[in-house]
């Protein structure tokens, strides 16, 4: 009974934490923007397009994923910050 009321706790506090984090709206962003960068690149890559094409889609593509990682890095500092300051 302990580990399933643990388990609860730990949900409601990460829903919780994910609902005052700054990050974790942007961060969701990110994510489709990176999801859908990487279509496009896929629909080039697939059309045969020049190889200038394909060499700016994928510097957006590793700036969308640098900028995706800073924002997961931030969002998930934030939540830990936020666990530690409930005990």
């Known amino acids: 009974k ?3 009321i643990k388990q609860k706790s730990s949900k409601a506090l990460l829903f919780s934490c994910s609902q005052i984090n700054p990050y974790h709206k942007k961060y969701q962003e990110m994510n489709d ?3 859908q960068m990487y279509q496009k690149l896929d629909k080039d890559f697939q059309k ?3 190889i200038a094409t394909l060499t700016k889609d994928t510097q957006e593509l590793m700036l969308l994923l640098g900028e995706c990682n800073y924002i997961a ?3 998930f500092l934030f939540e830990k910050k936020i666990k530690g300051m409930k005990k």
Request: charged share 60%; glycine share 0%.
């Open 33 to 35: 923007k990176l999801h």
């Open 2 to 4: 302990k580990e399933k």
């Open 48 to 50: 045969k397009a020049p």
């Open 73 to 75: 890095r931030e969002c």
